[in-house]
């Protein structure tokens, strides 16, 4: 060995064993199981056969797959149609400072504390037309409401759950963003003359970008996994009207033990909330910077 | 434009008991029409208070604030019509330059053709014509603070254009430039101008009359030249220059004034009280005297120091220390020697209980 050459010393790869070896069993190992149970058919314990792409194929066809996944799309929609907005709205409504701004803060988090399956049975509870206060209510005002019975009604059930339980947590968010906004912007649009909207529109909407970029990808992704709460509520009925992308999965993998379409389907599953969180991601990113460039040119 | 009076104290506590617990104690001031102002003091003098109750954006706790003689204390910054720029940039990251310019007659409904006309103009004043189209987020710290300028300026009809430290985030090199941009600004548009600093140098070159305050008072309003050659208060005295006044406890009695150990005949003239004294001389005043020279002190020399564009004597004369600015050619006694130096002269200012004796 020449004086010039750097000793060798490997001892470093032994320092990042740990992490490693944490990821390795929380993350890889489960997901390569699930790549393991994809592309085999298993007939019992001591019988499998590899059986390629077929049952990524299959689930690719399955029609009912289809509808679960169509209804969940139409309901994350929805979850971020309302409750972007409606978190917005409540942020701005909070009063800002004094022992006001820490009760209404708690208020606001209460919901965020619950468990969510109990989340679920409060709302089962409240919507029955029996005992609960808001089926009967509805009932005695002549609306033919019943969630166990009608699809739409179980589904605007499931909708008005997510948004009593999650619309504190945007509104969270663009509260944190909006105190950060110095006074002096205020100050400012009030010198310049701006309007209430003009306010919004050019100071507290821009500034709360960051946050309600991390409020959008938040209920996006949680809403797309939902599972407890309907599988409190209704139970994924009336027939299929609320059964969602994770309670199909279920049913297929633990209800009718079909492990490879289910392992081949969760694949499919992770890359559609990946390549989804990816487009919505770069979307924001760029509303607000790349569109106004182009404007300037006109 | 707009006569500005104010007569009025403000207080941040809702009961005020004392004089502490104002930012500003009771005052009475006037503001001219299309003057250029500076109010100057240190950090928590209540110079900002006084700014904002000017714009609108503070209501004061008690009294009033007139433009032209009309009533306005509780008239919003609109109505008042009245442009304020702020210390940190404050910019409309969405919008382009040019929409940040607009914005403020935009939001007054000025035609199109008139907006792109003030946009236009003012770009140019502040040589950001290049720059209309670009997005403002983008920009340094320093482009910004001229956009928040910018839209200070851009209304031709307001009453006042407020400005509350505005180049502590500028560069040194480009804060000489927008100064005189200002001031030409000020000679051009005849507008009146208010200015808020805690730099004297920068208040001394801006404005033609100076308001220095010190806690939540009034010290003094006069030109710059009257704030150095005459303070009216011993802060003042001590506040503006560099370094401030020396000043010197004397006792007056029977004609002649005792200064640090020495007595000394009074100036002819000047009828002093009895009693103690302040004796205030400014540096650049302090000069050398022959031995024995009436009104100068025999000194000892501590220090010379050589600060480049001139020369600085720290000297001592019973317990107090004198500082004396001189022209970098002069020769100096070197530190250890004696110098005597004439306290007593015509631009010497005398003060009992820190107030200037006229």
């Not at chain 1, 004094?98 to 708690?106: H, P, R």
């Not at chain 1, 049913?251 to 599953?269: H, T």
């Not at chain 2, 010197?248 to 029977?254: E, I, V």
Request: aromatic share 8%.
């Amino acid at each position: 060995m020449s004086a010039t050459t750097k000793p060798v010393n490997q001892k470093a790869w032994f320092l990042i064993l740990p992490v490693l070896l944490c990821v390795a069993f929380s993350a890889i190992v489960p997901l390569m199981t699930v790549v393991n149970y994809s592309v085999q058919d298993i007939i019992s314990p001591e019988r499998r056969v590899f059986v390629g792409t077929e049952w990524f194929a299959a689930v690719m066809r399955d029609e009912e797959l289809h509808a679960a996944l169509w209804r969940q799309l139409t309901f994350s929609l929805a979850v971020l149609l309302v409750e972007i907005p409606l978190g917005i709205l409540l942020a701005l409504s909070m009063p800002a400072q004094g022992w006001k701004a820490s009760a209404v803060l708690v208020l606001v988090a209460l919901s965020l504390l619950i468990p969510w399956n109990v989340v679920g049975t409060i709302w089962q509870i409240y919507g029955r037309t029996d005992i609960g206060l808001l089926g009967a209510a509805l009932q005695s005002m002549g609306i033919d409401y019943n969630y166990t019975g009608h699809a739409s009604d179980a589904w605007v059930t499931v909708l008005v759950m997510d948004v009593w339980h999650w619309t504190p947590l945007v509104a969270l968010l663009c509260y944190a963003g909006l105190r950060s906004i110095p006074d002096a912007y205020y100050q400012a649009a009030r010198i310049d003359g701006a309007s209430k909207l003009a306010v919004f529109r050019y100071i507290q909407l821009p500034k709360m970008r960051g946050v309600l970029m991390i409020a959008v990808l938040l209920r996006f992704m949680d809403s797309f996994m939902i599972y407890t709460e309907p599988f409190v509520l209704t139970g994924g009925g009336p027939g299929n009207a609320t059964t969602f992308l994770s309670q199909y999965l279920t049913q297929k993998a633990v209800g009718q033990f079909d492990l490879g379409p289910a392992a081949a389907f969760s694949l499919i599953y992770f890359l559609i909330i990946l390549l989804l969180c990816f487009i919505l991601y770069n979307w924001m990113q760029r509303v607000g910077t790349t569109a106004k460039e182009g404007a300037g040119h006109e | 434009m707009a006569h500005i009076t104010l007569d009025l104290a403000h207080s941040y506590k809702p009961r005020p008991q004392q004089d502490s617990d104002y930012a500003l104690l009771p005052l009475a001031m006037e503001f001219q029409d299309g003057g250029a102002y500076a109010l100057l003091g240190p950090s928590g003098c209540g110079k900002t208070t006084m700014l904002n109750i000017m714009s609108g954006l503070l209501v004061p706790s008690h009294g009033k604030v007139l433009f032209d003689g009309r009533d306005v204390t509780r008239a919003t910054p609109q109505d008042r019509n009245i442009a304020q720029v702020f210390q940190f940039p404050v910019i409309y990251d969405t919008m382009t330059v040019a929409e940040n310019l607009a914005f403020p007659l935009k939001n007054r409904k000025l035609p199109e053709a008139r907006i792109r006309e003030r946009v236009g103009r003012i770009a140019e004043m502040l040589e950001m014509s290049g720059q209309l189209d670009q997005r403002a987020a983008g920009l340094a710290a320093d482009a910004k603070q001229k956009i928040s300028l910018g839209r200070g300026l851009v209304r031709e009809d307001v009453a006042a254009v407020l400005f509350d430290e505005p180049l502590t985030v500028i560069d040194p090199h480009l804060k000489w430039q927008l100064r005189r941009k200002l001031k030409q600004i000020h000679h051009e548009l005849k507008l009146t101008l208010i200015y808020v600093t805690h730099d004297q140098v920068e208040a001394l070159t801006f404005a033609d009359q100076v308001v220095v305050m010190s806690r939540g008072k009034v010290m003094q309003l006069g030109t710059p030249d009257a704030l150095f050659e005459r303070p009216q208060h011993q802060f003042v005295g001590h506040f503006i220059g560099s370094p401030g006044m020396n000043f010197l406890p004397a006792q007056s009695a029977a004609g002649r004034l005792q200064v640090a150990g020495h007595a000394l005949e009074q100036p002819a003239g000047r009828g002093l009280p009895e009693g103690a004294l302040q004796v205030g001389v400014r540096p650049e005043y302090l000069a050398l005297a022959q031995p024995g020279a009436a009104g100068a002190l025999p000194c000892t020399v501590q220090r010379v120091q050589d600060i480049g564009t001139y020369q600085m004597l720290t000297a001592q004369v019973g317990e107090h220390l004198l500082r004396a600015r001189f022209a970098p050619e002069q020769r100096l006694p070197a530190p250890g020697e004696t110098a005597w130096l004439q306290v007593l002269g015509a631009h010497t200012c005398y003060y009992q209980n820190e107030e200037l004796l006229p």
